[in-house]
């Protein structure tokens, strides 16, 4: 059974996304003004990190999607971290955060992704723990908990993947990619003159 953490993550990540949108329609970035190619290397550095938070995140659903919880998975991006999924999802904020341009809004999601994984983390290994027992434990003691180690990489030669569960995570992996696209799209209204912003970041 999920957590109240798990339950809550989506929604939260939802609205904090609708909540930044609508803020960076309504303002601008000052590293525009003074320094342009900055701003651009900041936006371009944001994408790499979304597309390896989207592709790192459609890899963990491969071999994730349809086992949760069920089996324990030790496999793919699980052989080198047993939380992927997590550490991927914060490449992918942190590249979003860089899309603004701006290095506000990357140090307050990471401060958020600081404050708010740990807890999650703990709460489904706790559980995990109680499910899977010495076999988890033994798993916890090789594996570290968030930054992968290469080193430890294994994968199956053939591994069974559902379909219909692969294909919803797989969409909710994108998300990171169609925030990117809404900045884009908010930053091309700014220059329009359809929107006139109220607000300045660094």
Known sequence: MRTRYEKLRL??????????????????????????????????????????????????????????????IMQGPYSMTRNPLY???????????????????????????????????????RRLRERFGVDFDAYAQRVPAFFPKFALFSEPEFYSVKPVVYRRHMFSALWFIWIAGLLELAEGLKELGWVHPFWSFY
Do not use: H, Q
């Not at 459609?58 to 999607?65: E, G, V």
């Not at 590249?95 to 489904?124: A, D, N, Q, S, W």
């Open 11 to 72: 929604p939260i990540s939802r609205l904090a996304s609708a909540v930044a949108v609508f803020i960076l329609l309504f303002s601008t970035n000052r590293w525009e003004e003074g320094s342009e190619a900055f701003a651009e290397g900041l936006f371009a550095f944001g994408m790499f990190l979304v597309a390896i938070g989207s592709m790192g995140r459609m890899w963990c659903s491969l071999f994730i999607a349809g086992y949760k919880d069920r089996v324990l």
């Open 87 to 125: 550490f991927f999802s914060t490449l992918g904020a942190l590249g979003v955060g860089f899309c603004t341009e701006t290095v506000t809004f990357p140090l307050l999601i990471l401060t958020l992704m600081i404050l708010y994984y740990p807890l999650v983390v703990r709460k489904e290994e």
